[in-house]
């Protein structure tokens, strides 16, 4: 994995997560959304701005009994919908059953505590049983095209996947083309076509999903879906009352009502934004929701214009320039694996690591990054791997141009679970939720963050909290309220090495 073994150590104990200390035979056994519940300790009639309270979640299975181990995903969060205000509660599981939240009080006025299972610890289990099995829970399709006869061209579409692990390949024997970046190392397979050679692969797309669980493991997962849609919705709480306690208290105003409990940030008008962005050049890499990013620059910016670079404008890659303030702005997405749903040219998917050496760097560079959402499909060993590149990437980088900002964007929120019409037909869509979901999304967050965290000059924007708390539904592309404090972030961190040229974090 391109990392030491004392490493791979730590990195295992971030994401250590229990399961069930016990065979798990009937669904009866899991974590009860219906049946668990919340308190807060010590509950008061007011408390101060900056106080924190202290949530108890006590965990039950299905028939009402208490459980003994933990390993439940619980989400929790303290919000006031009417003053677009909210904050995200880390849970703390004790691994008895029992799990605690402190959660901060940051504004003046009414707030609600929610709390939400998102996956009891048998479902937990099964992700990572498969997460570390080398089954291909996803697969790819690649398009390879090339002269045929009588001036005409062939088109053969085939599948393709990473070639990872001790197994190797998906797919055994002579039976594939192999497409390995010289510098990464990482290695691409390809179903050989059956008419045209192997360098002759010109557009990738995502492909196919693979269902690995036995009939109980479906009816488990399923189970917990069919929970989870029901539970701790904001706009069900009076119908859910025994599920979802509501608790709302007065807070009146501190000395200190105007300090920031979190993070030093302020909010850019558009000509703020302007005028902090002044002779940059800004390279957003990664996903969809970088572009998010690379939209709303584009949007908000006076001034600022798309170039036609002839490219799908949701896959790109997209520039923007705006000359009066000389403001260049670059999207790009990282390379395979990715599972967007068009068809893209394969010579436009570039690894970030590639792409980041390639950057001069200097104090008119901000390099943004995102890494995670395509990743939920493959091994974490993979994703180590491909980090440990990224990081040495970033570390030469700052060597030669210690004045370039570096930020990582953490990977979003996946979102709640949505309402099927038919549970009949659940499994046509069933893996999408099965692979991309929030538990996942967390894990490599927690690798992301482990193998920066000694990097000095990385900036690490964390808006999985951000997109995790918001009063706003959650989604993996959060509207342009969530998007604006995301900007709002990145652009307090450019702003502040502007005015301190010498400032580090």
Known sequence: MGISDEEWQRLQKAIDWPIPDQEI???SQSTSPVHSTFSIVGLKESYKVGEKISVIITARDHNKNLKRYGGDYFKAKLFNAKLKASVYGEVVDHRNGTYSVALLLPWEGQAQVFVRLEHSSEVVQILKKYRESSFPRTHFS?????????????LEVVECNLKWGAD????????????KDIKTGTVWQCERPKKLSCDKLVRHSGGRLENPLNIFEQQLFTQDLKMAVHQCLPS???ELERICKEEWQRIPKSRCEKLSFVCNTRQFSPAQMANCLKNKIVYLMGDSTTRQWFEFLEIKVPGIKRMDLHTHPGGGPLMAVELKNNIIV???VHGVPLRFGKVMPITDLHYISNDIDEIAGGAHAVVVFTYCAHLVFHPITFYVYEVAKIRQSVVELLSRAPETTVVIKSGNTAGLKVHFESWSSLFSFFFFFFCCIDWHMLQLNTVMQEMFRDIDGVIFVDVWQMTS???????????PVIIGNEIDMLLSYVFKKNKHKNYSV
């Open 142 to 154: 690649g398009y390879f095209e090339g002269p045929g006869p009588n001036k005409t061209r062939i």
């Open 236 to 238: 069900n709480l009076t």
């Open 25 to 27: 035979t009937h669904l």
């Open 168 to 179: 190797g390949s998906w797919r055994k024997g002579d039976c594939c083309c192999e497409h």
């Open 330 to 332: 670059h999207w790009r």
């Open 469 to 479: 708390c918001h009063y706003l539904r959650e989604h993996i592309h959060p509207g």
